[in-house]
């Protein structure tokens, strides 16, 4: 009897582990990603951190032809990397469009050599779509952006590249040094423009 008992237990078992595997499974099948520049990447975590269906966010340096690149590499200029963010959403709980409307609300799309105080080109503002159907609505994103500008809109959208992740202590600065962030993103001339665009 304990033997038939012992039998019945592992069964069970063995079902809620399939069913575990299972249901993980089906999970990730809705688990996207999303890479976008946006200047400081500082600044670009914390509008996304805060979104509805957004799971995982990570900083780091894309777009450029130095293999593994540093911080201090990136900052010189000549990598062809940009900071970027990695957004890692659910599907089913928000989408591709939503994501690029956070993009353009919380940058200056008209600044073509960098974003705000911080000038040169691993700061320039680009969009990196992952196929076809992310590359047509960013597209479509853009040109709507347009007219409600004067000026040309600036953001590059090119094809997703090899994203390399940030060092840690740039992951959720804004966390691990607010008050720092938070006299940053004021004296970088970010914060007054997205409040003066917010008053719009």
């Given at each position: 009897m304990e033997y038939i008992k012992s039998i019945a237990v592992l069964l069970l078992w063995g079902c809620v582990l399939m069913t575990t595997e299972v249901v993980a499974e089906e999970a990730n099948k809705h688990i996207r990603q999303a890479?976008?520049?946006g200047g400081c990447?500082?600044?670009?975590?914390?509008?996304?951190?805060?979104?509805?269906?957004?799971?995982?966010?990570?900083?780091?340096y894309?777009?450029?032809?130095?293999?593994?690149?540093?911080?201090?590499?990136?900052?010189?200029?000549d990598t062809g990397?940009?900071?970027?963010?990695?957004?890692?959403?659910?599907d089913?709980?928000?989408n591709y469009a939503k994501l690029l409307t956070i993009y353009w609300h919380n940058i200056d799309p008209t600044q073509a050599d960098g974003q705000f105080?911080?000038?040169?080109?691993?700061?320039r503002t680009v969009i990196f779509y992952d196929g076809v159907s992310e590359q047509r609505e960013a597209e479509a994103s853009k040109s709507l952006l347009q007219?409600?500008?004067?000026?040309?809109?600036?953001?590059?959208?090119?094809?997703?590249?090899?994203?390399?992740?940030?060092?840690?202590?740039?992951?959720?600065?804004?966390?691990?040094?607010?008050?720092r962030?938070?006299?940053?993103?004021?004296?970088?001339?970010?914060?007054?423009?997205?409040?003066q665009q917010s008053e719009h």
């Open positions: 890479i976008f520049a990447f500082w600044c670009m975590q914390p509008p996304f951190d805060q979104a509805e269906g957004v799971l995982h966010t990570e900083v780091g894309t777009g450029g032809h130095t293999p593994s690149p540093d911080y201090a590499q990136v900052s010189r200029g990397h940009v900071e970027a963010i990695r957004v890692s959403y659910d089913r709980r928000t105080v911080d000038r040169g080109p691993q700061y007219q409600q500008f004067k000026d040309p809109i600036a953001v590059e959208l090119r094809p997703i590249a090899t994203f390399y992740p940030g060092e840690a202590y740039h992951q959720e600065y804004y966390k691990k040094n607010p008050l962030y938070k006299q940053y993103k004021k004296g970088s001339g970010r914060e007054a423009y997205l409040n």
